[in-house]
């Protein structure tokens, strides 16, 4: 049955609050930087799983839940994290392993961006510039110098998908609201932090880049029940989508054989799978496990919903 889940909201100095323009309830506070919306540690919020995490659920029945991927995904409890981030100021630059240079109780995590706002002139970076290499990179560092010179400068509007494979270095600019799909995995290594003074993992986060990655926004274009261009992003670890429904629409979401991630931006949706219907409005998340079946996802005022899955 579809299940509704607990966004967590994370406070940070370069959060805003601008998470509400997309339904996420900040009660007052000015500083979020991230709503999680589908770590393993997500609550489920109604329901006869009501209070359980999806984590707990997963571990109870991988094969059932997730279907033939679980095998695949298992060290890694639920296989989709989703969440909504507001940087009100520059993000670190940071790469991600794959999973083969990954912790091995860990998964890599590749990653996908789809812009929600962006202020006027707002950027990301990822890639390096053409014939920057590592070693390049490496010294800059070890001499104290800014590497965001060497750093491909990307800019980006509302509507723009930006595929990141693990091993890509890349930053996420100021002015930008976005929703992110990814592995579930919280393995970052900063290498720069804009003056702040963290942690920083220049060893590993060297070992894990890939020079050669330079990603570029793609437009994505929007389902709708009478239109289906391929999904905005499709990799191994995940496919994102976006869904147009307009008022009194409805779109058929076929069953597909790994778990589903819904969540709305905009507007209000209703999804109904044949176990239940679940009122999915703007800043909520379902997520469909692979045993769900078909599902439909209909709205009387009209709804944006972002959908992730893995499976065919
Ligand atoms: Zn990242």
Not at 57 to 70: H, K, M, N, S, Y
Not at 137 to 155: A, C, D, N
Not at 221 to 236: F, I, K, L, Q, S
Request: charge should be negative; glycine fraction near 12%.
């Amino acid at each position: 049955m579809p299940l509704l889940v607990h966004p967590r909201l994370d406070s940070k100095p370069w959060g805003g609050d601008r998470l509400a323009h997309f339904g996420i309830a900040l009660d007052g506070k000015k500083d979020i930087c991230e709503a999680v919306l589908t770590s393993n540690d997500a609550v489920v919020a109604q329901g006869p799983y009501a209070g359980q995490t999806l984590g707990d659920l997963v571990a109870r029945d991988p094969e059932t839940l997730l279907g033939p991927v679980a095998r695949h995904f298992r060290s890694t409890g639920f296989p989709l994290l989703a969440k909504l981030i507001d940087a009100h100021e520059n993000l670190s630059i940071q790469v991600h392993p794959t999973d083969d240079l990954a912790p091995t109780d860990g998964c890599g995590k590749t990653e996908a961006w789809f812009i929600l706002e962006a202020a006027p002139g707002a950027v990301v970076y990822a890639g390096l510039q053409d014939g920057v290499s590592v070693d390049v990179v490496r010294k800059r560092l070890e001499s104290g110098e800014s590497i965001v010179p060497l750093m491909r400068t990307v800019p980006v509007a509302p509507g723009d998908t930006l595929f990141l494979p693990a091993g890509t270095i890349h930053a996420l600019g100021g002015g930008i609201v976005l929703y992110e799909i990814q592995q579930q995995s919280a393995i970052t290594y900063r290498l720069e932090d804009w003056g702040r003074a963290r942690e920083m993992h220049i060893g590993v986060g060297l070992a894990a880049m890939n020079p050669d990655l330079r990603p570029e926004p793609n437009h994505a274009e929007m389902r709708t029940p009478t239109d289906r261009p391929g999904p905005a992003v499709h990799c191994d670890f995940f496919s994102l989508e976006v869904l147009q429904i307009g008022p009194g629409e409805w779109i058929e979401i076929a069953r597909e054989s790994g778990p589903q991630v819904f969540t709305c931006v905009r507007g209000g949706t209703e999804l109904s799978t044949g176990q239940g219907t679940v009122a999915l409005a703007a800043g909520s998340t379902t997520v469909l496990f692979a045993n769900a079946g078909t599902a439909r996802i209909s709205s009387s005022t009209g709804g944006r919903v972002l959908r992730a899955w893995i499976g065919g």
